[in-house]
T-cell receptor
Framework: KNQVEQSPQSLIILEGKNCTLQ??????????LRWYKQDTGRGPVSLTI?????NTKSNGRYTATLDADTKQSSLHITASQLSDSASYIC??????????FGTGTRLQVFP | DTGVSQDPRHKITKRGQNVTFRCDPI?????LYWYRQTLGQGPEFLTY????????KSRLLSDRFSAERPKGSFSTLEIQRTEQGDSAMYLC??????????FGSGTRLTVV
């Protein structure tokens, strides 16, 4: 079954700290993996897309890693800011047309 | 073109009423998707269009749901005889072929 699982379900950190979110997937065949940020009441916004051949990709303070062999990805946030408070969703396309979304990690950054 | 627009942002309706949502995609995007998201869950695929053709519908899309994309531009999603279980955020996204998706801010539906 094509699935995307994320951990932790929720995370609370202090402003300025780093954190790492995890994603495991079983979607096959694999073409790419995407991380989205979703603020409460808003649509998801793309952070990064990683293809099979990419191991690490950065977007500002966000760094995503991908291990296609173990079917795992992580999203590392450096020097967190209050505005990072959101849900972070790992997404893997099934076939070429449909996205399989994880349930997300809800991150709260406190001052 | 400032992105994907959805209207309305919020809709409260009584059970049994019909509702219609609109999505205006990025103009050069040929693909348009509808997703539904309930609280604490990731979005679930409902249907997608390539230009004006509706290419796939999820089993989640019961016969009370219908989507159209006339002329391959904006799209509408209609729910007939709404039920409380229809309460959710309805997200629209568009893409150019298999490129990255751009999501709208969604329409939050509450059925009372």
């Amino acid at each position: 079954k094509n699935q995307v699982e994320q951990s932790p379900q929720s995370l609370i950190i202090l402003e300025g700290k780093n954190c790492t979110l995890q994603c495991n997937y079983t979607v096959s065949p694999f073409s790419n993996l995407r991380w989205y940020k979703q603020d409460t009441g808003r649509g998801p916004v793309s952070l990064t897309i990683m293809t099979f051949s990419e191991n690490t990709k950065s977007n500002g303070r966000y760094t995503a890693t991908l291990d296609a062999d173990t079917k795992q990805s992580s999203l590392h946030i450096t020097a967190s800011q209050l505005s990072d408070s959101a849900s972070y969703i790992c997404v893997v396309p099934r076939d070429t047309d449909k996205l399989i979304f994880g349930t997300g990690t809800r991150l709260q950054v406190f001052p | 073109d400032t992105g994907v627009s959805q209207d309305p942002r919020h809709k409260i309706t009584k059970r049994g009423q019909n509702v219609t949502f609109r999505c205006d995609p990025i103009s050069e995007h040929n693909r348009l998707y509808w997703y539904r998201q309930t609280l604490g869950q990731g979005p679930e695929f409902l249907t997608y269009f390539q230009n004006e053709a509706q290419l796939e519908k999820s089993r989640l899309l019961s016969d009370r749901f219908s989507a159209e994309r006339p002329k391959g531009s904006f799209s509408t999603l209609e729910i007939q005889r709404t039920e409380q279980g229809d309460s959710a955020m309805y997200l629209c996204a568009s893409s150019l072929d298999q490129g990255d998706y751009t999501f709208g801010s969604g329409t939050r539906l509450t059925v009372v």
